[in-house]
T-cell receptor, first 112, second 114 residues
């Protein structure tokens, strides 16, 4: 089946630094990818919709200047958490739609 | 926008018994209803889905029913096994014109007791 690959799976960074997370569709083209955030024991909350070649659409309450999304090609979307703080620590998951929604492995971000 | 409510939040069943998880949605335009299983620290995996033109769908021990009039859908797992223990999420979306945005329920933690 279709595969979505997300990298890195885990990252620890210092407060104030930026972290980039990559999401790739390995065997299909994805004009649209979705970025979710998941806190422990909670559901997936949509942060933004990434559109190839155009600006991302952010959900209400998500700071676009803090969570930078770039979808420069049909197989790659990136999420950059800028000036990370401990409250940004979370599980970030991307997904892309093919015959169904396929999810990346997720990235466990810890900001210390 | 769409709002999906899911119940119960936790569910414990004895091995071999059935488990039922229920969801309601608010947007009558939604036409696609998938169910995902997520193990701790892993990505969600699609286990079954149903579209609005179908009332029921079954895949071995798993079935999903949809009541469009009442705007609710349910997941049924029969003959539960310990490996069914996980968090299950329902979701709803309107699929058309390239739109595939999913709205998730809050999840149900299923524990199957051996």
């Amino acid at each position: 089946g279709a595969v979505v690959s997300q990298h890195p799976s885990r990252v620890i960074c210092k407060s104030g630094t930026s972290v980039k997370i990559e999401c790739r569709s390995l065997d299909f083209q994805a004009t649209t990818m979705f970025w979710y955030r998941q806190f422990p024991k909670q559901s997936l909350m949509l942060m933004a919709t990434s559109n190839e070649g155009s600006k991302a659409t952010y959900e209400q309450g998500v700071e676009k200047d803090k969570f930078l999304i770039n979808h420069a090609s049909l197989t790659l979307s990136t999420l950059t958490v800028t000036s990370a703080h401990p409250e940004d620590s979370s599980f970030y998951i991307c997904s892309a739609r093919y015959t169904e929604a396929f999810f990346g492995q997720g990235t466990r971000l810890t900001v210390v | 926008g769409e709002n999906v409510e899911q119940h119960p939040s936790t569910l414990s069943v004895q091995e071999g018994d059935s488990a039922v998880i229920k969801c309601t949605y608010s947007d009558s335009a939604s036409n696609y209803f998938p169910w995902y299983k997520q193990e701790l620290g892993k990505r969600p995996q699609l286990i079954i889905d149903i579209r609005s033109n179908v009332g029921e769908k079954k895949d071995q021990r798993i079935a999903v029913t949809l009541n469009k009039t009442a705007k609710h859908f349910s997941l049924h797992i029969t003959e539960t096994q310990p490996e069914d223990s996980a968090v299950y999420f329902c979701a709803a979306s309107w699929e058309g014109a390239g739109s595939y945005q999913l709205t998730f329920g809050k999840g149900t933690k299923l524990s199957v007791i051996p």
